[in-house]
T-cell receptor
């Protein structure tokens, strides 16, 4: 079982729809990252959150530490939101600390 | 502007021909790492460096080398590339120990080994 699992793997939506992407993790964490990867490859950091909810424009991220679950919501989706969304959790152990990544959710928003 | 710069962005080459992918960051970050991204597998760490002259293996180091002679640069070296190293590669940097801070990624290098 992967330590970080995302669902769905693929998602197609119509412009304007409300979108939810889920991330579940099995390791204890202090924070969780949401990343966005556009066609063409570049990865940017969207959110880092350790509790509750964060909002940036039409994007909202929530986390429930007890249930080890986070969601990324996109309101009023637009074709420019089409991207791969990746969640990542810190792993503390051994000689180093690192991020463990989910496999990503490919979102396509159609006009 | 805070940046992680990778070069080249795209490379097609042949088995056995040594290549280097460069990575440079302008944020004075101690920690740098290399990842490869393959369909269905997500990002996997190849090597990381916690500071100058300090490097260590990640989860998939076989077939790769790195060096960290200067704080800003962290090149990835494929001494004898093979087709199974065809992948999308990302360099990233962050402050040392700061897993609760945003990670900064390069734009990626798409590597094809024929």
């Amino acid at each position: 079982k992967n330590e970080v699992e995302q669902s769905p793997q693929n998602l197609t939506a119509q412009e304007g729809e409300f979108i939810t992407i889920n991330c579940s993790y099995s390791v204890g964490i202090s924070a969780l990252h949401w990343l966005q990867q556009h066609p063409g490859g570049g990865i940017v950091s969207l959110f880092m959150l350790s509790s509750g909810k964060k909002k940036h424009g039409r994007l909202i991220a929530t986390i429930n530490i007890q249930e080890k679950h986070s969601s990324l919501h996109i309101t009023a989706s637009h074709p420019r939101d089409s991207a791969v969304y990746i969640c990542a959790v810190p792993h503390y152990g051994g000689a180093t600390n690192k991020l463990i990544f989910g496999t990503g959710t490919l979102l396509a928003v159609q006009p | 502007e805070a940046q992680v710069t990778q070069n080249p962005r795209y490379l097609i080459t042949v088995t056995g021909k040594k290549l280097t992918v460069t990575c440079s960051q302008n944020m004075n970050h101690e920690y740098m790492s290399w990842y490869r991204q393959d369909p269905g597998l997500g990002l996997r760490q190849i090597y990381y460096s916690m500071n100058v002259e300090v490097t260590d293996k990640g989860d998939v180091p076989e077939g790769y080398k790195v060096s960290r002679k200067e704080k800003r640069n962290f090149p990835l070296i494929l001494e004898s590339p093979s087709p199974n190293q065809t992948s999308l590669y990302f360099c990233a940097s962050r402050e040392q120990g700061a897993l609760n801070q945003p990670q900064h990624f390069g734009d990626g290098t798409r590597l094809s080994i024929l």
